[in-house]
């Protein structure tokens, strides 16, 4: 395969890179945080949030005196001093860990000449320890808390660092995790990377924060010290498949922040890629195979975009990614929602995606930023998809329960498409069947009784008769129903899994009993058919305990479905699926995850 690049090269604009050491290059927060709690529990002191800014970033000094405060000077300072130094220079020899993308980057950087300095409020002693770990050929400088005579918030770390290497400090980038180290070298005047570790760090003017070092690169560094600022949401994503001999197209622009962009090219990839200046990738694939063009902002950013290329006498679509999503309220308790939906997403590599609690814009926004096709129906419920939507129908309530639907066409080859029907439900909330087995400890009947007045029963009911001319097809036309049903599965409250709910059980939930007669399939129960070994809750991963503060625990279940009927899907796996290690309710502006339900994740082969 033939590649060609339209990049020029580019004067760089940055100089140094500046990295903290514990968290952000090596894994010693934890063992930080371990070594405080074993002197903090030797002194019968209890840790608690509010010990944070005194504890996370800070000089052992301070945590120490911070400490020997806190606990009432039971023992001597210079003591206690020194155990904390002991118990964390043990940890680090023996556990020292690389963050991910760490090494990686410091080797970009390397090869490129860019200088690199170690700037920490650990002391010497353990400095050198994760120097000879890292290399210490890799830094030309490093500045510990012995080196200044004041440390982190301080500026005199970075100040020192840029000095010892000839340098403005508005031309390195410092690299931190923690905000007493965002401080510092704010305050030292060098712009900012922050990748935050055990503490959020919220983005601002000259500081960009990222989920981790892998999604950094020398590029970004560079558009980070010029200035602009502009970085991409994602490193990398792959664009629905393409097919040799057939025109291609898919976009960036939706996916670059910050920054000042006039424009994007095409750094590198296949001769038959071309990039416009607004940021589309179009062409017609020359052979079959993956591949890779990497697009590039003005300012730095890039982009690499993964084109999956089948041949021309080959089906388009044999894998297909189906994904139901409650965005709980659009995403809006979660800072950051719409770039944190975008990225799981991506991350996900999904092909169709049913959406609940939409809040009237989320399918538009997120369709516009992915260049992908989709369908808002009432300001509840929306469907995605990478592959063309010929058809929309469905009509959710006024009060957004309901359902709406979709035809997608994932081919279509000698004039005769290849299409598959999509529904997308959300059901009434209330009143909720885990809670009355639960809290309320209700017989089977009472339950069942429940559980058809709550509406939702009629709900699916009316769904089903909707779909019923689709399902009478379903063997020429694949049909889906995903979405947020807010009842339980009989597939899951059986006998054998009666300790996960309280003793209850078998329960014939109505629900998932009309779906299947209906002759709908539960894709995740035929991946993982016992209920024990894989509950696959979706409800929740930020409720552990009940809303009400009685400190009950909050009952876990499956309620969000990907369902289907036809001969021409074969569930290759199901998942429930959640990023990172979601903080729970109330306390989610933070999180990475942006919703309050696990999504499932079906893969389906296609025949």
């Not at 080797?107 to 320890?129: K, N, Y």
């Amino acid at each position: 395969m033939s590649h060609n690049s339209t990049d020029t090269p580019d004067a760089p604009a940055l100089k140094a890179v500046l990295f903290d050491m514990d968290g952000t290059l090596v894994d010693t927060e934890e063992l930080w945080w371990q070594a405080v709690q074993h002197t903090a529990a030797g002194l019968q002191y209890e840790l608690t949030d509010a010990d944070l800014p005194d504890v996370l970033g800070r000089p052992v000094e301070h945590t120490a005196a911070h400490l020997h405060s806190a606990a009432g000077n039971t023992v001597p300072l210079a003591e206690l001093t020194a155990g904390l130094h002991r118990e964390f220079a043990t940890r680090v020899e023996d556990r020292i860990v690389p963050r991910p993308g760490a090494v990686e980057l410091l080797d970009r950087l390397h090869e490129q000449g860019i200088d690199i300095a170690l700037v920490t409020a650990s002391p010497r002693s353990v400095a050198d320890i994760v120097l000879r770990s890292l290399g210490p050929g890799r830094f030309a400088v490093s500045v510990t808390a012995d080196d200044t005579a004041r440390t982190k918030p301080a500026p005199d770390p970075y100040l020192a660092a840029a000095r010892a290497l000839g340098v403005p400090p508005a031309a390195c980038v410092a690299v931190e995790d923690t905000p007493t180290g965002v401080a510092s070298a704010e305050a030292a005047g060098c712009p900012v990377l922050a990748v935050p570790s055990l503490t959020p760090i919220a983005a601002a003017p000259g500081r960009t924060v990222l989920g981790s070092l892998e999604q950094a690169d020398v590029a970004l560094l560079e558009a980070i010290a010029s200035g602009t600022g502009a970085s991409f949401l994602v490193p990398a994503f792959t664009t629905r498949n393409a097919r040799v001999g057939e025109p291609l197209r898919a976009t960036v622009s939706g996916l670059l922040r910050g920054g000042t962009v006039a424009g994007f090219v095409k750094a590198s990839g296949p001769d038959w890629a071309h990039v416009g200046a607004d940021g589309t990738v179009t062409g017609t694939p020359a052979e079959a195979g993956w591949a890779e063009v990497v697009v590039k902002a003005t300012g730095g950013a890039r982009v690499t975009v993964r084109i999956p290329v089948v041949g021309a006498d080959e089906p388009l679509v044999r894998e297909l990614k189906v994904m139901s999503w409650n965005l709980w309220l659009g995403g809006a308790p979660v800072d950051g929602h719409r770039d944190k939906q975008l990225k799981v997403l991506l991350d996900a590599n999904v092909d169709i995606v049913g959406l609940q609690e939409t809040a009237g814009t989320s399918t538009r926004e997120l369709a516009a930023a992915l260049g992908w096709h989709h369908h808002q129906a009432g300001h509840n419920l929306g469907i995605l998809s990478r592959y063309p939507i010929t058809a929309r129908f469905g009509d959710p309530a006024p009060s957004g329960y309901g359902a709406a639907g979709v035809t997608v066409r994932l081919d279509s080859r000698d004039g005769v498409p290849q299409d598959v029907t999509v529904w997308n439900a959300h059901l009434n909330y209330t009143p909720y069947g885990p809670y009355d087995a639960s809290f309320d400890r209700l017989p089977v009947p009472v339950l069942i009784e429940h559980e058809t007045a709550s509406g939702r029963l009629r709900e699916i009911q009316v769904i089903l008769g909707a779909m019923t001319p689709d399902l009478a097809t379903s063997g020429t036309t694949p049909v889906l129903l995903v979405g947020d049903f807010n009842a339980p599965s009989h597939l899951d409250w059986t006998e054998a899994a009666a300790p996960l709910h309280g003793g209850c059980g078998p329960v014939e939930w109505p629900v998932t009993k009309a779906t299947e007669a209906a002759g709908l399939r539960d894709s995740y129960r035929v991946a993982h058919p016992d209920p024990v070994r894989a509950p696959g809750t979706t409800w929740s991963p930020l409720h552990p305990l009940h809303e009400d503060g009685s400190g009950r625990a909050e009952p876990q279940d499956r309620i969000d479905y990907v369902l289907f009927s036809g001969d021409r899907l074969d569930v290759r796996d199901a998942v429930a699926h959640v990023t990172g290690a979601p903080r729970p309710y109330p306390d989610v502006k933070a999180n990475e995850w942006p919703s309050d339900h696990a999504a499932v994740i079906t893969t389906f082969t296609v025949r």
